[in-house]
Nanobody
Framework: VQLQASGGGLVQPGGSLRLSCAAS????????IGWFRQAPGKEREGVSC????????YYADSVKGRFTISRDNAKNTVYLQMSSPRPEDTAVYYC???????????????WGQGTLVTVSS
């Protein structure tokens, strides 16, 4: 099981950015996928996730209405569309996968390497 996160970079407040998480070695159809972030000096927090058990998506309150998680099963890739980002969204973003359903808890078994997102003018 491997996860490759990409798409991070510098984005202006109010702009947009799309992160990608390419999965290999397993099918997204059977794994729960989560996006997490960790800012300097802070704990890792859940941002959004796909739950296989109830076929639903979940979002942290801080990003609800601004970020959208989606997936392309044909490409075995999950995306996180960041709209209207704010400086407080600056962090290293990670994708994670697990056949168990952890929702937004950072207890997933498999993790990507992280991609840095900086929101600044």
């Amino acid at each position: 099981v491997q996860l490759q996160a990409s798409g991070g970079g510098l984005v202006q407040p109010g702009g947009s950015l799309r992160l990608s998480c390419a999965a290999s070695g397993f099918s997204l159809d059977y794994y729960n996928i989560g996006w997490f972030r960790q800012a300097p000096g802070k704990e890792r927090e859940g941002v959004s996730c796909f739950s296989v058990s109830d076929d639903s998506t979940y979002y942290a309150d801080s990003v609800k209405g601004r970020f959208t998680i989606s997936r392309d099963n044909a490409k075995n890739t999950v995306y996180l569309q960041m709209s209207s980002p704010r400086p407080e969204d600056t962090a290293v973003y990670y994708c994670a996968a697990d056949p168990r359903d952890w929702f937004l808890k950072p207890l997933y078994e498999y993790w990507g390497q992280g991609t840095l997102v900086t929101v600044s003018s």
